[in-house]
């Protein structure tokens, strides 16, 4: 069964930076497209941004140019480095792990609290 624990969630100021972390077990990790959504109090969960197997990047176009997703196959890991945080960034952001191999699993970590308030 696959697991996925989402950390480094926490308060900051306007235009502080985060690294969120997502660790992946249970499964071969390179079959997965990984993935990092969003919920903020009230709203619809949204896709933040996306990594294939190979590495190609997707984003919403609210983050681009401030975040960064990154992945480490070799320490079955997904990364989201955020920078230039703003309040409207303001969210429960959870792990995505979508099978694109051998089925079509999806995944959900438990997500992580972002605050971003001075």
């Known amino acids: 069964q696959v697991q996925l624990v989402e950390s480094g969630g926490d308060l900051v100021q306007p235009g502080g930076s985060l690294r969120l972390s997502c660790a992946f077990s249970?499964?071969?990790?390179?079959?997965?497209?990984m993935g990092w959504y969003r919920q903020a109090p009230g709203k619809q969960r949204e896709l933040v941004a996306t990594?294939?197997?190979?590495?190609?990047?997707n984003y919403a176009d609210s983050v681009k140019g401030r975040f960064t997703i990154s992945r480490d196959n070799a320490k079955n890991t997904v990364y989201l480095q955020m920078n230039s945080l703003k309040p409207e960034d303001t969210a429960v952001y959870s792990c995505?792990?979508?099978?694109?191999?051998?089925?079509?699993?999806?995944?959900w970590g438990q997500g992580t609290q972002v605050t971003v308030s001075s």
């Open positions: 249970g499964s071969i990790f390179n079959i997965y497209v």
């Open positions: 990594v294939t197997t190979n590495s190609i990047t």
């Open positions: 995505n792990a979508r099978q694109i191999v051998g089925g079509i699993a999806v995944y």
